[in-house]
Nanobody
Framework: QGQLVESGGGLVQAGGSLRLSCAAS????????MAWFRQAPGKERELVAA???????YYVDSVKGRFTISRDNAKNTMYLQMGSLKPEDTALYYC??????????????????WGQGTQVTVSS
């Protein structure tokens, strides 16, 4: 079994910053491919950023240069530092982990563990 718990969401003005955290336990802990997804009302859940090692990361074009994904394997925690936030970044943000694959994973179906989500709201 494994568990993912997100924290750090909230309400912020456009141009502001937030840092999301994802605490992993059990089979989701350290060395697994991990990622952040988001889902806005009426839209599909989309990949925001993924990480396998500090040098193996992926970002969707809309967040490149504004968001940074990282992980601390000693703490079994993944982070998403979000800057220059825009109203279109408003969504429920989920962390995800893959227990079945290795390497950088950018496909939603490869992730089998999900957190409950943390809301990020960016006001204009």
């Amino acid at each position: 079994q494994g568990q993912l718990v997100e924290s750090g969401g909230g309400l912020v003005q456009a141009g502001g910053s937030l840092r999301l955290s994802c605490a992993a336990s059990g089979r989701t802990a350290s060395n697994n491919p991990m990622a952040w997804f988001r889902q806005a009302p009426g839209k599909e859940r989309e990949l925001v950023a993924a990480i396998f090692t500090p040098r193996s990361t992926y970002y969707v074009d809309s967040v490149k240069g504004r968001f940074t994904i990282s992980r601390d394997n000693a703490k079994n925690t993944m982070y998403l530092q979000m800057g220059s936030l825009k109203p279109e970044d408003t969504a429920l943000y989920y962390c995800a982990a893959s227990s079945r694959f290795s390497g950088l994973q950018i496909t939603k179906r490869t992730y089998d563990y999900w957190g409950q989500g943390t809301q990020v709201t960016v006001s204009s």
